[in-house]
Structures are given as structure tokens and as C-alpha cells.
């Protein structure tokens, strides 16, 4: 046997060992379709990105209070802005419609209409469990803050049971202009 034809057996023997072993790796695999994407991972194992969708306006129980029907639509496009939605067909309805996906956050979807004759507020249907701006806050807030945080503030006890600071001795003035410890060039000869 000739050495090239002893090398060619060599590759041939590592390329069958090296599918064999790939094949092994597979039965490893959770059971699943080779392109499957289950919840939220790829193959059961990678975890992908996922971009932060946030579409339309967030309106707050704030600031639907301040919304009262009889008001002129300049009144509540200050209130809670301008609408995302206006129908060609239907000039007296404005739509405000709100969705937002983040990870590791629920997703979240409302929507508000207000009905107006004219230039007056006649109807508003809005869902009742708006949140508060706290409570928004907190929904879409994906950092997960350890409840051991330091505190950031001290409260008036707190401030008025610390010693009074001390006072030190006024320093000695710093003299104004270069201070030289060696006589000047022009002296040297």
C-alpha cells in the first residue's frame, strides 16, 4: 500500500468517525422539528433577541380624568394628545390605541375611542382598568431591582440624630504668584 493511497484511508476513517459522532450529538437534541422556534427559544436551546415594540399613545387614568365630555377637541388633544387613529369616513371619532411587547414583560394592548359632534366631546369608551402612571411604570420596568437596595434618603430623624459637623481651622492663605525656593537664572554667573 502506497503512502498517499495509507493517507486517503486515514481521511476516509476520521471524515466516518466525525459523522458518526455528529449523528450521536443528534440523538442528543430535544424532539422537534430542525427549524423549530417553541415559546421562547430556537431549537429548545438559543434564547433570541427580540425588539421592543411600542406603538401608539399612552394614556394614563391621570389623564383620562381630565377628559369630560362637553369639552372642544383642541381641550382634549391637550389633555391626553393627539389621536393615533382618525377615520376619513368617520371625522367625528378619534382612536387611541396603544400596544406595547417587551422581554420579559407581558405584553400589553388598549384602546380608547372618543366620539365627538362637531367640535364637542359627546361619548368616551375606555377601558376601566387603566393604570396609573406608577402602575404603567412598574408593568413595562423589565430590570429586576434587588429589594435589598440601599436607601437613597434619609428621612428628618434620620438627619437630625447625625453629629453636627466640624469645623476646621482656617487655613494660612496661599501666597499669591509663583513661589520660588531657588534664586533666579539670571543671578547665576
Known sequence: MSLNSQIAFIARCT???AGLAALGACSQMPKMDVFSVSGDKVLGLVQPYRVEIVQGNVVTKEQMEQ???GMSRNQVREAI???????VFHDNR???????????AAPQN???????DGEQLTKIEAPDDLPSEKEFIAAID???VKKDAPKMEMTEEERKALPPP????????EPMGPV?????LEARR
Open 81 to 87: 394628545g393627539s389621536p393615533l387613529l382618525t377615520d
Open 110 to 116: 388598549r384602546r380608547i375611542q372618543l366620539t365627538f
Open 166 to 173: 466640624v469645623r476646621q481651622a482656617a487655613a494660612t492663605p
Open 94 to 104: 378619534w382612536d387611541y390605541v396603544f400596544t406595547i411587547r417587551r422581554q420579559g
Open 142 to 144: 423589565t430590570t429586576k
Open 15 to 17: 471524515a466516518a468517525a
Open 67 to 69: 377628559v369630560k365630555t
Open 180 to 184: 520660588r525656593d531657588y534664586p533666579p
